[in-house]
Every structure is written in C-alpha cells, then in structure tokens.
C-alpha cells in the first residue's frame, strides 16, 4: 500500500491504498482506493467512517460506499463532503464543457471544473 504523492496537501484521518495524487488537497476522513490517479482537485472528505463491514454491506447491495471506488480517475474538480464516487469512474471533463446543471446526476459543471455534490452518488463506471 504505497502511494505517490507531489505537491498535495493531506488532512487526518485520510485512507490511500496504492493512488497517485498530485496538486490536490485531500480532506478529513477521506478514502481513495487502490489504483485512483488524482490531479488538480479538491476532496473535501466525509463528517464520519464507514466500517469495512458497512461498506462491504453496501456494496453488497450495489450502493456506493463514501469516498472514491478504486481505479478512477479525477482532475480538475471539486468532490464535497460525503460524496460516493463507484469504481472505475473518470471525471475529468475530456469534452470541455464549460457549464452543465446535472444535479439529478449528482454533480454539475461550472468554468469547466466538474463538482461533485455533497452526499452526491456518482454510479461505478461513470465518465464525465
């Protein structure tokens, strides 16, 4: 469980297995699994933890635990507190889009930045 890490700020309590992450801050009790690739973003993190039994509970039921799934992909965007992002994600807005209003989604676009919204399920497979 190594992880490399350039020019990131790190709070307490923060969960990496196996990342890459850079230009980014990483915020309280957040979780990053195996395999991520972070660039220029802002995880805010998560007001509390989810067990390994709830989480294993959860996606169980084919629910998205708090915090990014493994093997995803994030930059340039903003991901607010209690977000659940599933596996195998890629939000990096490839297609440019300047302004996008997709709540229902969970997420929206402003200035080009994608944010991911506060207690907002992105789905495992997602690409924005």
Do not use: W
Not at 40 to 53: L, P
Not at 90 to 119: C, H, K, M, P, Q
């Amino acid at each position: 469980m190594s992880c490399k890490v350039k020019d990131t700020i790190l709070a307490h309590g923060v969960y990496m297995d196996t990342c890459e992450v850079e230009h980014a801050i990483i915020g309280l009790r957040s979780r990053v699994e195996a395999g991520c690739k972070i660039k220029d973003a802002m995880i805010i993190g998560a007001d509390f933890y989810e067990s390994d039994e709830q989480r294993a509970q959860l996606l169980a039921e084919g629910k998205v635990p708090v915090g990014i799934g493994a093997n995803c992909t994030i930059s340039n965007a903003i991901i607010d507190k209690n977000a659940r992002i599933g596996k195998n994600c890629v939000i990096t807005n490839a297609a440019g889009v300047d302004e996008a209003a997709r709540e229902s989604d969970g997420f929206y676009i402003r200035s080009g930045i994608v944010v991911v919204l506060r207690n907002g399920t992105i789905q495992p497979g997602t690409t924005i």
